[in-house]
């Protein structure tokens, strides 16, 4: 499956302009290039509802897939996820969502 990818902002001492975030893509999901200091913005904008936000993980034990890192948001407010390391994530680091109300950021500190 093709995965949306997230465009990755540099945090800097001066403040960076973070631009409009994406919003959650339900079917695709997405990715984002992870150097172990990489951070996800996470907006829930429904207001009524927790939704979901799942971090796959690249690693394996005994050749079987580890269970995703699965996370709840509560509605209207924001989460900031990471630093997601390497060994655990991988080079490409794959998120999906449960609901478009989802809306992501990613930031390299």
Avoid at 5 to 25: E, H
Avoid at 45 to 64: C, E, H, N, P, Y
Avoid at 69 to 88: H, I, N
């Amino acid at each position: 499956m093709a995965r949306t990818v997230l465009a990755v902002v540099q945090a800097n001492r001066d403040g960076k302009d973070m631009g409009s975030p994406t919003v959650g893509d339900v079917t695709n999901g997405h990715v984002v290039a992870n150097d172990g200091r990489t951070g996800i913005l996470v907006k829930n904008t429904s207001a009524t509802d927790a939704r979901v936000i799942t971090f796959r993980l690249f690693k394996t034990v005994d050749g079987q897939s580890v269970v995703p890192r699965a996370e709840s948001v509560p509605m209207g407010l924001t989460y900031l996820f990471g630093p997601f390391g390497t060994d655990e994530y991988g080079a490409q680091l794959s998120i999906d969502v449960d609901h478009a109300e989802l809306t992501l950021q990613a930031v390299r500190v």
